[in-house]
């Protein structure tokens, strides 16, 4: 954290933006994602599927 909060001292006006999933998403990505864990851990998918605009977590990674 402390990391972090030096990367934001400086910002001014600026905006720092951080993907706690790692990237982006793109709705190619989430369906992608959303497919193998639908596969893998059907009730997780169902916890998830509301996610508007961050993918799931890796927990132990895919």
């Known amino acids: 954290m402390d990391g972090v909060r030096r990367l934001a001292n400086d910002l001014g006006s600026d905006a720092l933006v951080i993907f706690p999933e790692g ?9 992608r994602i ?3 864990i639908t596969l893998s851990d059907p ?5 998830v599927r509301g996610l508007k605009y961050l993918l799931p977590i890796k927990p132990g990674g895919y």
């Open 43 to 47: 009730d997780r998918a169902e916890r």
């Open 23 to 31: 990237t982006f998403r793109t709705q190619e990505r989430y369906e």
């Open 34 to 36: 959303m497919q193998k």
